[in-house]
């Protein structure tokens, strides 16, 4: 049953002029207190339409999807990043705007594809910045409208972000595996760099820290992060006769997945000889076998968040710019 704004109101013991100013975008209240009642109102299932159907269409949002050489949004098109686009589509639809997908490839042409991409009566800007590394960001510093950055963190003063909880999300899966198996963990971390896998590195590492491993222990595999490619390269590891660790963190599923095949291809059982955790719980986790224990992260709540954002980022004078992190939590099936 979704809660009401005045329950919203008796429940954060605000006025309910404070939790309409809120709700509705409007000025008069902080920045702080208009992201605590909208994480409260999405936590006890506000009925946003009520406010969004009023606004009704006052506009386009702009989604543009940045690549940076598409290592990581073509491998997952199918599955991560489909899921998180049709919904954004969906909650836009809903929220009364319209909403006008851009690709922009990464290059020296950056700043024409932008002055083409953004609509004409386009009053906010999602951007899905997943490959984007701080120089890539630049180029959007010069653009007027406001900007909600999904998947990535950059420092701006002028650009909200909103994330999973990368750094927990890794830290518990790992101190899951520490604790399950009593052995130390290894690493089946993605060759490709980028801000989400740098960070969940670094909650691998907090986790052994934290257990009184050493880090320097833990055996480490690059690979690339789609099932083939990381199939390739753990069978090239195999057959190099590399020292296999008892379990693992993987950075993603589809990383997860190909060691998997590459694993019971050389014999290993799962989870028998080798326990593995992914991180994203895309539907592949279910088909394989066995089922992979992975870190769920609600792609669909990540979205409602951002979207709300820049709603209330457009319909107030009062912006200051914040980083929103989503927490995922831990999906135990038969892997570990």
Known sequence: MSITAKELAKMLNLSEAA??????????????????VLETAHNHSYDFTKIKKSRNNEGTLDYIIYRKDG???????????NTLTDHLESYCRKAGYKLSTHTIISGNDVDEQLQKSISSNCVGIILLGTEMTKEDFFPFAYITKPIVVLDTFFNST??????????????????????????QPGHLQSSYNMFNFESRADGF???????????????????????????????????????????????????????????????????????????????????????????????????EIAVDRLISVINTKNYRPVKIEVNTNLVMRQSV
């Open 19 to 36: 939790v309409s100013m809120a709700l509705n975008g409007k000025p008069g209240v902080s920045t702080q207190t208009r992201n605590l």
């Open 71 to 81: 290592a990581v949004l073509k491998v997952q098109g199918t599955t991560f990043f």
């Open 158 to 183: 002028k650009m909200d972000c909103v994330l999973m909880n990368n750094v927990e999300g890794a830290y518990q899966a790992t101190r899951f595996l520490i604790k399950k198996r009593q052995a």
């Open 205 to 303: 590492y907090k986790a052994l820290r934290d257990s009184g491993l050493s880090t320097s222990n833990s055996i480490v595999h690059l690979l690339s992060p789609s099932m083939e490619g990381a199939y390739a390269d753990m069978t090239e590891i195999l057959k190099n006769g590399a020292e296999i660790a008892n379990c693992y963190f993987a950075d993603n599923d589809l990383i997860a997945a190909g060691a998997m095949k590459a694993l019971k291809d050389y014999g290993y059982r799962i989870p028998e000889d080798v326990g593995i955790i992914g991180f994203d719980n895309i539907s592949l986790c279910t088909y394989l076998e066995p089922n992979l224990t992975t870190i769920n992260v609600p792609i669909r709540y990540m979205v």
